[in-house]
């Protein structure tokens, strides 16, 4: 069985709709196929549709943006139910919180020399409540500031350099209480991405699983193979499920295409196992 529990469409900052993502998602051999656009749900009924029609297993999901302590997390929340009102609720704060980081991104541009980042973002984002900094990154690429979108993450929008902005998102607590109170499971997104050292990482985990999680993503298109070895390694020693996905956001974007996501470590528990 082929599964992919990772992924974005038009509805956040990935490039294909959520029919179109589902359609390449099967033509590429996925079984099982998670959409989880950055704080938003809204594409979900589409791509459900699109995958009863074809005959694969969608699973409802969501990437919550959370603050804790100095460190932006991701969490993943797998067969989740968008209608629970806390969660819709509390992912319509986070988009509306959204709009004036936007405005102080393109500032922090404006600054650097960089004007018309805000109306540059937005012709990217096809949905106007979520502007998110891989959408100033298509457009620095357009305006010639990078050769592609993981050179801009080198030289802007990140911590220190031009057009990063700090944001208060959710709280940890308040996205694994959504997303639990909702009938979902909670899955620490790409572990290896964060700037923690070990112990801080034990920290994070320990607070995590207090919080009501129970899976860590393994494998990841923002995992090299040795952390998928490192993060098998975590999520055994704390009990955690193991997830697996290609955070695919659009054809030649991004590391891993929808699908290209290789097998799990042995001795992982899939989180599949829970659904
Ligand atoms: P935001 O939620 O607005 O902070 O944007 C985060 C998004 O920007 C991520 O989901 C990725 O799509 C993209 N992104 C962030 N950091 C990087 C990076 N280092 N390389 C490539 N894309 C990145
Ligand atoms: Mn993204
Ligand atoms: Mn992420
Ligand atoms: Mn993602």
């Not at 998928?228 to 020693?237: D, L, P």
């Amino acid at each position: 069985m082929k599964v992919d529990l990772h992924s974005h469409s038009t509805f956040s900052d990935g490039m294909l709709g959520p029919e179109v993502l589902v359609e390449r998602a099967v033509q590429r051999g996925v079984d099982m196929l998670a959409l989880t656009d950055h704080d938003e749900t809204g594409g979900l009924v589409a791509a459900r549709e699109a995958a009863a029609a074809w005959g694969i297993r969608l699973i409802d999901g969501v990437e919550i943006s959370v603050q804790w302590e100095a460190v932006t997390l991701h969490i993943v929340g797998l067969c989740i139910d968008p209608a629970h009102l806390p969660l819709h609720e509390g992912l319509a704060a986070i988009r509306s919180g959204r709009e004036h980081r936007a405005q102080r991104i393109a500032a922090s541009l404006a600054e650097a020399g960089i004007p018309g980042s805000l109306e540059g973002a937005r012709r990217y984002a096809k949905n106007p409540e979520l502007v998110s900094r891989a959408h100033f990154a298509r457009y620095l690429v357009e305006a010639g500031h990078a050769r592609d979108t993981n050179a801009v993450f080198r030289g802007y929008l990140t911590p220190g350099k031009p057009g990063y902005v700090p944001h208060q998102w959710a709280e940890l607590a308040e996205a694994l209480r959504w997303i639990s109170g909702s009938g979902g499971v909670a899955v620490l997104a790409h572990p290896g991405r964060y700037p923690l050292n070990q112990q801080q990482c034990e920290r994070l985990l320990e607070e995590f699983i207090g919080l009501g999680g129970t899976a860590v993503e393994v494998v990841t298109g923002s995992h090299a193979p040795d952390e998928f070895v490192t993060w098998a390694r975590y999520a055994r020693r704390f009990g955690l499920l193991a997830s697996a996905g290609s955070d695919f956001h659009g054809p030649g974007e991004g590391y891993r295409d929808i699908g290209n996501v290789p097998v799990l470590p042995a001795g992982c528990t899939p989180v599949w196992t829970a659904f």
